[in-house]
């Protein structure tokens, strides 16, 4: 049974820094999408950051562009965020989520559709005040 359980959120400032994790169990593949997605109220998931473990393809939607890096550890299989320069914008609801081996995403644009992707974590709580 595959899991991904994020942590890591919390409450910063603006211009503040935060890191999330996401710890992957059970997924027995070695080659395969993951991605970072956010949810704010009242607003669609969207896309904010993916890589294709095994290899090095990376995506980030607009508005992570030049403030977050994904890495991936592949020795703990853990999924990481690291989100700079943060602002009040970003505060949402932030998930894990993987997709199922064999998919392709030829472009940012099929990475970044949250629909594309099976398994997903519970979430984690991002919330930047101004």
């Known amino acids: 049974q595959v899991q991904l359980v994020e942590s890591g959120g919390g409450s910063v400032q603006a211009g503040g820094s935060l890191g999330l994790s996401c710890a992957t169990s059970g997924y027995p593949y070695r080659s395969y999408y993951m991605g970072w997605f956010r949810q704010a109220p009242g607003k669609e998931r969207e896309g904010v950051a993916v890589i294709y473990i095994g290899g090095s393809t990376l995506y980030y939607g607009d508005s992570a562009k030049g403030r977050f890096t994904i890495s991936h550890d592949n020795a703990k299989n853990i999924l990481y965020l690291q989100m700079n320069s943060l602002k009040p914008e970003d505060t949402a609801m932030y998930y894990c989520?993987?997709?199922?081996?064999?998919?392709?995403?030829?472009?940012?644009?099929?990475?970044?559709?949250?629909?594309?992707?099976?398994?997903w974590g519970q979430g984690t709580q991002v919330t930047v005040s101004s």
């Open positions: 989520a993987a997709a199922s081996p064999g998919v392709y995403f030829p472009d940012s644009t099929a990475a970044l559709k949250p629909y594309r992707y099976t398994y």
